[in-house]
C-alpha cells in the first residue's frame, strides 16, 4: 500500500478546490446577470478588491523589480480587461457549462496549436488523440447548445474561447519568462486596476449603487477574491507538490463538475448528447496530459 506524504496529500487537496473553485466561479459568473451588476463592474471588483490584497504584497516583495517594461506590458495585456469583459460578456449568452468546456477544455488543443505555430513542435500521438475529441466534443456542444440554450449561444461560446486564447498565451509565457506568483498578480491585477478602475469609474455603465445587497456581497467577494488569489495561490502549491501533470489530470474535471452545478444550482438542461459530449471532452483532457518522468530527488 503506497502512503503519500503530508505534502502530496495537501498537494491533492489544493488541486481538487481549485477544481471546485473554478467550478463556482462558472456559477457565480452566471447570476451575476440577475444582480443588475454590468460586466465594467464585476472587472472592477476583479481588479480592485484584489488590490486591497495585492498592493501591500506588492510594495513588500517589489516583483517589478525582476521585470522589464515590456514582460508587464503583454502579461497586464494579456491579463487584462479585454480578456475579462470577453468572459463575463459570455455568460450573458452561453449556459455556465459552456464556459467550463470552451476556457478549460480547449486550454490543451489552443496550447498545441500555439506549439506549432510558435515553437514548431509537432504534438505525439497522445496529444493529437486529445486534441481531436476535444475539438469533436466542443463542436457537439456549441452546436448542441444552440439547440437547447438558444441561437445566440454561439457567441458565448466564441467569447468564451477568445478567453482561453487569453489565458493560453499567459499559460505559454509565465513558463517562458518563469513569472513568479507575485509577478502575475502585480501585472494582472495592480497594473490593470491602476489602469482600469478610473476608466470604469467615469465612463463605463455601472449597476454598482442599484444592486440587492446579498448579490453584491456574493460577487465582490467571489470576483474580488476567490479565483484571482487563492486559486493562484492553489495552483501553484499544488503544481509543486504533486506536479504539472497530475494538476492538469485534475484539472480536467472542471467542465463537467461546472456542468453539473449549472444542472444541480441554475436548473440548466443538460441533453443526452451534451452529457456524452462532456464525458468525451474530460477523456480528451485527461489524453492530452503530457506525461513526465519524475526526477530523482
Not at 65 to 75: H, N, P, S, T, W
Amino acid at each position: 500500500m503506497t502512503t503519500r506524504s503530508p505534502s502530496q496529500v495537501t498537494g491533492y487537496s489544493a488541486a481538487w478546490s481549485i477544481v471546485f473553485v473554478w467550478s463556482f466561479w462558472l456559477i457565480v459568473s452566471r447570476i451575476a446577470n440577475q444582480s443588475g451588476l454590468t460586466v465594467y463592474d464585476l472587472a472592477a471588483m476583479r481588479y480592485g478588491l484584489a488590490s486591497l490584497i495585492a498592493v501591500p504584497l506588492c510594495l513588500y516583495y517589489k516583483p517589478w523589480q525582476g521585470l522589464r517594461l515590456i514582460q508587464i506590458a503583454v502579461v497586464s495585456f494579456i491579463l487584462g480587461p479585454i480578456y475579462i469583459l470577453c468572459v463575463f460578456s459570455a455568460f450573458h449568452y452561453a449556459p455556465a457549462a459552456h464556459g467550463g468546456i470552451f476556457m478549460n477544455g480547449v486550454l490543451p488543443l489552443i496550447s498545441i496549436l500555439f506549439g506549432i505555430v510558435l515553437y514548431r513542435v509537432a504534438p505525439g500521438f497522445r496529444q493529437l488523440l486529445g486534441a481531436a475529441l476535444i475539438l469533436v466534443s466542443a463542436v457537439v456542444l456549441a452546436w448542441d447548445g444552440t439547440a437547447t440554450s438558444g441561437p445566440d449561444a454561439w457567441i458565448g461560446d466564441l467569447l468564451f474561447v477568445i478567453g482561453a486564447l487569453f489565458f493560453s498565451s499567459y499559460v505559454i509565457l509565465s513558463e517562458r519568462w518563469r513569472l513568479s506568483a507575485m509577478q502575475v498578480i502585480f501585472c494582472g491585477t495592480v497594473v490593470n486596476a491602476l489602469l482600469y478602475l478610473p476608466v470604469w469609474g467615469l465612463w463605463l455603465p455601472s449597476g454598482l449603487a442599484e444592486a440587492p445587497l446579498q448579490p453584491l456581497l456574493l460577487q465582490a467577494v467571489y470576483q474580488g477574491f476567490v479565483p484571482n488569489l487563492i486559486g493562484l495561490i492553489f495552483i501553484a502549491h499544488a503544481s509543486r507538490n504533486i506536479g504539472n501533470a497530475n494538476t492538469s489530470s485534475i484539472l480536467a474535471a472542471v467542465p463537467g463538475v461546472g456542468g453539473l452545478l449549472g444542472v444541480l444550482i441554475l436548473g440548466e438542461s443538460l441533453s443526452p448528447l451534451s452529457v456524452a459530449a462532456m464525458v468525451l471532452l474530460t477523456v480528451g483532457l485527461l489524453i492530452s496530459v503530457r506525461r513526465k518522468t519524475p526526477v530523482p530527488s
